[in-house]
């Protein structure tokens, strides 16, 4: 199934399938826009104050399908890691990664204002380029230092 993100965003999509289900965003949403974060009811795509739940949605799914059928007008994406590493490479826009489930991850976002969501999962075997442009490093939790 096909969907437009203006006509689902706020809301809850039942039993969204990554492998076959598309989720599309105009051009006025860049994939830095977002966070990710997975609740119990599945992946949740955070705006600001607003949540859109893709319901069903699993960090193993997403793990063993990925999450390619994000697609965005602009040509930026959204990448999702999982706890394997992870080897990722970002477009000219405004690219966003959530590597927080762990795993030695690389991921170059090339130019553009990229966002990194490492969580508290940050490590020194992880390598993080964002090219040109002024990106962001989100990091929560305790890190060993």
Do not use: K
Request: charged share 20%; aromatic share 10%.
């Amino acid at each position: 199934m096909i969907f437009e993100f203006d006509d689902v965003r706020g809301t809850t999509i039942p039993a969204f399938d990554p492998e076959t289900d598309i989720l599309n965003f105009s051009s006025s949403y860049s994939a830095a826009n977002f966070r990710i974060r997975f609740s119990e009811l599945g992946l949740v795509l955070l705006r600001g104050s607003e949540e859109t739940v893709l319901s069903g949605v699993s960090p193993s799914a997403v793990a063993e399908s990925g999450i390619s059928n994000f697609t965005f007008e602009n040509s930026s994406v959204l990448l999702v890691g999982d706890s394997a590493p992870d080897n990722f490479s970002g477009s000219t826009g405004n690219d966003y990664a959530f590597l927080s489930q762990g795993g030695a991850d690389a991921a170059d976002l090339g130019s553009g204002n990229d966002v990194f969501d490492l969580g508290n999962s940050l490590s020194a075997d992880d390598r993080l380029a964002g090219g040109s442009g002024n990106d962001t490093l989100f990091l929560s939790g305790t890190m060993a230092t």
